[in-house]
């Protein structure tokens, strides 16, 4: 069974920085894309960040360019999203997702394709 489990979400203020994990199991790790998705209250779902599980190329919205940082250490099941200089806008329920067979550019502006997986979110709230 393929099991995304988020955690590292909290309150923060605005500057500030967190660390989100994603622990994956159930799949083969180094055949999965992993990305980071949030969805604000009344926005649609958009993908922040993604890292490839090829060659470890990586995806970044534009809105989190120079503050977020994906990685994806070897021998361990976890995907990391260091947020810094955490804004207000950033606030959302985050989402680890996986997907096989997909870059890590594909993964963050395709829509979704059948095979992706998801955890159950993790609350970021960002306070000014």
């Known amino acids: 069974e393929v099991q995304l489990v988020e955690s590292g979400g909290g309150l923060v203020q605005a500057g500030g920085s967190l660390r989100l994990s994603c622990t994956v199991s159930?799949?083969?790790?180094?055949?999965?894309?992993i990305g980071w998705f949030r969805q604000a209250p009344g926005k649609e779902r958009e993908g922040v960040s993604c890292?490839?599980?090829?060659?470890?190329?990586?995806y970044y919205a534009d809105s989190v360019k120079g503050r977020f940082t994906i990685s994806r250490p070897n021998a361990k099941n976890t995907v990391y999203l260091q947020m810094n200089s955490l804004k207000p806008e950033d606030t959302a329920v985050y989402y680890c997702a996986a997907e096989g067979f997909v870059t890590a550019q594909a993964m963050g502006v395709m829509p979704p394709g059948l095979s992706r997986s998801w955890g159950q979110g993790t609350q970021v709230t960002v306070s000014s």
């Open positions: 159930g799949f083969p790790f180094d055949d999965y894309a």
């Open positions: 890292i490839s599980a090829s060659d470890g190329s990586t």
